[in-house]
């Protein structure tokens, strides 16, 4: 692996985290019954990461030659750009669970 590689986390780790934070916003948005068309839109997006994470491989330890890390080990750019990706939607989702929706309480 490259210098860079080693010297920022590994993409199974912000994969990791990205599920928790998803987990986490999409469990708060079931608490909401009126968001209807939202919890819908959010519980499908969070099914296609969960396809694109198990075809990519991006939760296998990042030793195992069937992972993103092993994967893009000689792609810095690329490796780059997709964890960039998911710190961002880590924020996202994080920020997401952490808003308190001001129209209607929970239900």
Known sequence: MD???TSSPSLYSSTSL???ALDGLLNRLRN??????????????????????????ALQPPESTKSLDYRLRSAAY??????TGLERLENLTMRGEQHEPNFTSPA
């Open 3 to 5: 210098s860079e590689a």
């Open 78 to 83: 690329i490796r780059t750009g997709v964890l």
């Open 18 to 20: 990205c599920v928790v």
């Open 32 to 57: 909401y019954p009126t968001l209807g068309d939202l919890k819908d839109i959010s519980e499908d997006n969070g099914g296609r990461f969960r396809v694109w994470i198990g075809n990519l491989g």
